[in-house]
């Protein structure tokens, strides 16, 4: 079955240390993003990507980094500079859409990593 | 800017309608989603309504656009305990870079 898979599901780390979570997706989608999702607010933007070795920083990119050597994956590592990293971390993807128009092209999700920064 | 608002929560008996109202600011949003999550889940498509639509119905989902009042709702006939998540609306503001924006989501209750 065709799917987005992020790993851990739970992560636990002390203050000060970089982390990296995984997103790997089997869907053939060309763009992938990266969410924060806080209690009671909407998801908010970090880094996207819609094509191999290119990608743009989201609303709230700092204090994070990326990278886009595959198609498939597309890691995020919260870096001992993201001043409150705890939080429920999504991927997604979807069809890129180059041109203008009305395209759906709705986002795919995978189930969540939740970091822990103690 | 944009911006996408919700209720926090609503609460409902199982067997009634649940309405869950979204409005949006980007009148160039083409297609508008409702997505569903699960706790400790990621977020589900549950459906989308294509801007030159007022309505779209799915089994016991109905989506109602009013474009002139930039309001979006979608209601869940007969409502189970199996509903019981958070759902999120989202726009598109445009069509390139596929930038979504989400409304801080719905917690819907379903009390037996």
């Known amino acids: 079955d065709g799917g987005i898979t992020q790993s851990p599901k739970y992560l636990f780390r002390k203050e000060g240390q970089n982390v990296t979570l995984s997103c790997e997706q089997n869907?053939?989608?060309?763009?992938m993003y990266w969410y924060r999702q806080d209690p009671g607010q909407g998801l908010r933007l970090i880094y996207y990507?819609?094509?191999?070795?290119?990608?743009q920083k989201g609303d709230i990119a700092e204090g994070y980094s990326v990278s886009r050597e595959k198609k498939e994956s597309f890691p995020l590592t919260v870096t001992s500079a993201q001043k409150n990293p705890t939080a429920f971390y999504l991927c997604?993807?979807?069809?890129?859409?180059?041109?203008?128009?009305?395209?759906?092209?709705?986002?795919?999700f995978g189930n969540g990593t939740r970091l822990t920064v103690t | 800017g944009e911006d996408v608002e919700q209720s926090l929560f609503l609460s409902v008996r199982e067997g009634d309608s649940s309405v869950i109202n979204c409005t949006y600011t980007?009148?160039?949003?083409?297609?508008l989603y409702w997505y569903k999550q699960e706790p400790g889940a990621g977020l589900q498509l549950l459906t989308y309504?294509?801007?030159?639509?007022d309505m779209k119905q799915d089994q016991r989902l109905t989506v109602l656009l009013n474009k002139k009042d930039k309001h979006l709702s979608l209601r869940i006939a007969d409502t189970q305990t199996g509903d019981s998540a958070i759902y999120f609306c989202?726009?598109?503001?445009?069509?390139?870079?596929?930038?979504?924006?989400f409304g801080p989501g719905t917690r819907l209750s379903v009390l037996p």
């Open positions: 997604a993807s979807s069809i890129a859409v180059w041109t203008g128009g009305a395209h759906n092209s709705p986002l795919h």
């Open positions: 869907l053939n989608h060309d763009a």
């Open positions: 990507s819609q094509i191999v070795n290119d990608f």
């Open positions: 980007d009148s160039s949003s083409t297609y």
């Open positions: 309504i294509f801007s030159n639509m």
């Open positions: 989202a726009e598109i503001p445009d069509n390139y870079g596929q930038n979504f924006v």
